[in-house]
């Protein structure tokens, strides 16, 4: 098989719906590193957003935004983490179904970082519905930004819908 026959097969079940989850991820991932406050560290260069503590305490109250979609497949199965278990990559074990703000982010981010980063190809239908579901959500979320008291998420929101860019492109030299 040659490359551009590789990636032909990799593009299989990458519809709109993936797209658009890949997309609002990265932008969600963006506004929350320029609007500040959402690090795994307070201090140092690294600026890695904090998707598992930091950005669901800022969210307080959202998973109640979510009350009916609790039967859906994100919240009764969510994303199993993929991680190495003697020396042997698998899914672990089956996470509860999510009920609270802060399970709703991390299953967001394992399923963001198993898409990427797992196997690749075309996808299972399990992995389009999880995906669906996770798109509803993360609308909910850039609306509860909009509509938030808290300003780091107002800016979040804001960021999202203004910039395309930090400003300053990196030219390598």
Known sequence: MNFSDMIKNLRQGVDD??????IAVSRF?????????F???????NPDIDWQDSVP??????????VDL????????PPRTFKR????TKFVEQPPALTDTK????????????????TKGKLFSRDQILVRDANVV???????????????????????????????EDSGA
């Open 103 to 118: 399970s709703i982010f991390w299953a967001i981010w394992t399923l963001r970082k198993n898409l990427m980063h797992g």
């Open 39 to 45: 690090f795994t560290r307070p201090i140092g260069s």
């Open 138 to 168: 993360l609308e909910r979320v850039f609306k509860f930004s909009q509509q938030s008291a808290d300003p780091r998420l107002k800016r979040v929101a804001e960021i999202m819908v203004k910039f395309e860019s930090y400003g300053e």
């Open 85 to 88: 278990v003697g020396g042997v």
């Open 70 to 77: 609790h039967s859906s497949e994100f919240f009764v199965r």
């Open 57 to 66: 305490s800022a969210f307080v109250g959202f998973e109640a935004q979510c």
């Open 29 to 37: 991932d963006f506004a929350f590193k320029q609007a500040g406050g």
């Open 17 to 22: 719906e993936v797209i658009t989850f890949f």
